[in-house]
């Protein structure tokens, strides 16, 4: 099947669906942008941030280009993880002669997307070499195979425990068979360049069919018969006599212990009702989907909206038990702790593991406090627990460990949005405590990206604090020294502390970060006319372009200065002031859109510095809502509604991300869009304002979370919504004429009706700030 047919058959596959049925998850289409993943982006058979992330593996070296891939030709396994710099537990079905043992690629087989079905919690595939239909479910902590065989003496289920999967080697592994239906194990994941400690996946697995001989190998060499299988590049085996009657594995995991794994199978899964399981996956993903309902648009408009929030709520991951224990790796060695318990016993949120917060003030942070505050009241407790375990509020961890991924303190921003919104079931005095530590030399901004050496200096708090910039050529071993960035970056994580301090009653604290937070105008040059990075001695570098064509520009992270000079959310009536007005802002900004347009509003992956505006990366996310700061709110309704559709509108393998969705930003994003809401300030503020753009649905539902907002929903309606029709023509705010382009949470959180009338030309004097 060519590839327009495959593609043409998958949109079918999801249009008709959707006429038929009418229930978010109906519309989730998980082969979007498959094409080029990343490790963490496709996990079909899994719950929301479930520690189980069951899914087929076409491509398992690498952190990018891995997992499924949808071009890939063959399956060489279905592992249960697939987090950030995570991986484990790959199992695959073979019939004939044994031949796992000689390794994964010994072992695949080709595949159909005729024969495959990828679902909400729910993945089917048809291994073409061996005749086996597989079928694939998971509860948070629990896989779920369903294997139906031909009818044979030589069915096998392999369990490749020690073999190397995306991000590194396996330092050992442990296979040990309990009984003739149940083994148990694990694997020590190796260090990677990111995640410092090797980390132990331990898991217990059960079967409904009994095992007729089990057996391993090491080194691509069977071993004698045991019960017990040890070792380095090493794996076992299980024999079954099968008659085309399903066999049924359950696959538990735990980062803490075996013991703690089978609790975990005991708690959610100690039956063997696969297909109850698909239900019980299904219904609680449409549940979080329906949060947001919508009605009006085009059916891949639907599609796309309920796939982005599907992402939004897939790609960080539990890392606790079902009682709530977990593995701190903050320290020397490895220590199983516990998370807050309630009065009857139960955790109050389970713990997360997670890539970092760096850009999600735009797109998780906004769209959680919203519609999921439960969910960021978790991951703020999942950050005071390390902060208590190691001395630091990470931006992060993965497997229990700091990883430093990116740079500055993005937790900061994410914390307060939550504590300004009300969002506070956690020790708040601790988390402002760690973000005050975050915030000084020795704090985690002082370490570069992965810098995990001793006495940090990559992220040169020194020179902020003494200067009120970071310059280049800073010394340290880590990533990401550019130091325009840091400075930018600071900037507004200062002014998030100096909300939370406001809103706490910390006054010093409050005008000391105030203060700082207009750091960025330390970088700003007159002559260039934009953010300009500075040498160590205060001069300014020689070697300036606004862009190029190259992973980033000197002094800019993953980007350039015609993106970063942008970057003042906390103060854009300061940023305009610095570019002569808001006249002249828009000016830049037009001709910055002007020069992105060809590209479709990106950069390709690995050339960040060459666009003027980059929605493949996270500095960039902001820039279409800009507008409506700068007295043209017309221009933000046309270009996030272009943007929407050019950029982030497709619905095949072969775009909708443009090849990195961020572990669930870029989907947050696309949803914010969809529905026309936005968050400049990332939430962060006081009684923060929502920034108002042009919705492509005619309707949209907002159910508002009852623990933490008075209202029941909040509801956005339009008339006269095309493709055309883009412009906010008027607007009313529960009942009452509208002519601002904001309004504030306590609006939001009270519930309401926002009434939008659009058209094809804009009204400029609709929003004018």
């Known amino acids: 099947m060519n590839t327009t047919i495959k593609i043409l058959a998958l949109l079918l596959i999801f249009t008709t669906t959707s006429i038929a049925q009418d229930k978010p998850i109906d519309y989730v289409n998980p082969f979007i942008d498959t094409h080029d993943s990343r490790w963490f982006f496709f996990a079909s ?99 779920f195979h369903r294997y139906t065989f031909p009818k ?77 299988v040890y070792g380095k590049n090493n794996g076992a085996y299980l024999r079954f006599k099968t008659n085309k009657k399903p066999v049924l594995l359950k696959v538990a995991i735990s980062y803490t212990s075996i013991e703690n794994a089978r609790k975990n199978m005991d708690a959610e899964l100690s039956g063997w009702d696969f297909d109850k399981t698909v239900a019980e996956s299904k219904t609680e993903w449409n549940d979080m989907l329906s949060r947001i309902k919508i009605s009006g648009g085009t059916k891949k408009q639907k599609i796309k909206f309920y796939t982005d929030l599907w992402h939004s709520l897939l790609g960080r991951k539990i890392v606790s038990d079902v009682d709530g224990t977990y593995c701190d790796m903050t320290g020397p060695k490895p220590l ?82 939550a504590y300004n919104k009300g969002i506070r079931n956690y ?40 200067r009120g910039y970071v310059p280049e050529g800073l010394k340290g071993k880590g990533g990401h020294k550019d130091g325009a960035s840091m400075t930018l970056e600071y900037a507004y994580q200062d002014w998030s502390i100096a909300q939370m ?5 910390k006054t010093d604290d409050y005008e000391h970060f105030m203060k700082r937070s207009e750091n960025y105008r330390n970088l700003w040059n007159p002559e260039t006319g934009l953010i300009h990075p500075k040498n160590i001695d205060g001069s300014w570098i020689d070697d300036f372009s606004p862009i190029a064509e190259k992973f980033n520009t000197k002094g800019f992270c993953e ?91 497709d619905i095949t393998p072969y775009g909708g991300y443009n090849g990195d969705e961020d572990q669930g930003q870029m989907g947050a994003l696309g949803v914010l869009m969809a529905i026309g809401l936005f968050q400049m300030d990332g939430g962060v503020s006081i009684n923060s304002p929502y920034d108002i753009t042009s919705p492509i649905f005619d309707s949209v539902e907002i159910s508002l979370h009852q623990n933490y907002y008075p209202g029941e929903k909040f509801t956005i309606v339009t008339q006269n919504n095309s493709a055309k029709n883009v412009y906010i023509q008027s607007a009313k705010l ?36």
Request: hydrophobic share 35%; proline share 5%.
């Open 45 to 143: 058979a899994s719950r929301p941030f479930g520690m189980v992330s069951l899914s087929p593996d076409t491509a398992i070296k690498g952190s990018w280009k891995s997992g499924y891939i949808y071009d890939s030709l063959h399956v060489r396994s279905f592992s249960h993880i697939h987090a950030w710099q995570m991986a484990g537990i790959p199992v695959m079905p073979t019939t004939g002669k044994l031949r796992s043992h000689l390794g994964m690629e010994e072992t695949k087989s080709a595949f159909s997307h005729e024969t495959e079905i990828a679902q909400t919690g729910y993945h089917k595939v048809v291994l073409d070499d061996y005749d086996i239909t597989a079928e694939l479910t998971s509860t948070q902590r629990v896989g």
């Open 152 to 228: 044979t003496d030589s069915a096998y289920i392999n369990f490749h425990t020690g073999a190397f999967l995306a991000h590194g080697d396996v330092d050992s592994s442990y296979v040990k068979k309990v009984n003739d239906y149940e083994i148990e194990g694990y694997s020590l994941i190796g260090k990677t360049g990111r995640r410092p400690k090797p980390t132990y996946v331990y898991f217990t697995a059960k079967l409904d069919h009994k095992i007729k001989e089990f057996g391993g190998w090491e080194d691509q060499k069977l071993l004698p018969q045991a019960n017990e």
């Open 336 to 417: 199983i702790k516990q998370v807050p318990l309630d009065e009857k016993g139960k955790p109050i949120f389970p713990q997360y593991n997670y890539d970092a917060w760096w850009g999600s003030h735009w797109t998780l942070n906004v769209l959680w406090s919203m519609v999921y505050p439960e969910i960021m009241d978790g991951f703020c407790s999942t950050m005071v627990n390390m902060y208590k375990d190691g001395g630091l509020i990470p931006r992060g961890p993965s497997g229990g460990n700091y990883t430093y991924v990116m740079i500055g303190d993005p937790s900061s921003s994410f914390i307060a949005t």
């Open 427 to 466: 020790d708040t005095n601790l988390a402002y405590e760690g973000l005050l530590k975050n915030a000084y030399p020795g704090g985690i901004r002082d370490r570069a990206g992965y810098e995990h050496n001793d006495n940090p200096t990559g992220g040169g708090m020194e020179y902020y604090v003494e």
């Open 501 to 505: 301090a406001k809103a706490m009653g």
């Open 559 to 649: 980007s350039n200065s015609a993106i970063y000079s942008n970057y003042v959310p906390h103060n854009m009536d300061g940023l305009m002031g610095l570019f002569g007005g808001k006249e002249k802002y828009t000016d830049f900004l037009i001709s910055s859109f002007n020069k992105a347009a060809p590209e479709r509003y990106i950069a390709a992956h690995g050339v960040h510095a060459k666009s003027w505006v980059d929605y493949e990366n996270q500095p960039s996310c902001q820039m279409a809502h800009l507008f409506n700061f700068s007295g043209a709110p017309w221009l933000t309704q046309k270009y996030v509604r272009e943007v929407k559709e050019v950029t982030f509108g």
């Open 734 to 769: 529960n009942g009452k004429n509208w002519d601002n382009c904001f309004f504030k949470h306590d609006v939001f959180a009270n519930g309401g009706k926002l009434d939008i009338v659009l058209g094809d030309q804009p009204n400029k004097a609709w929003g004018k700030r």
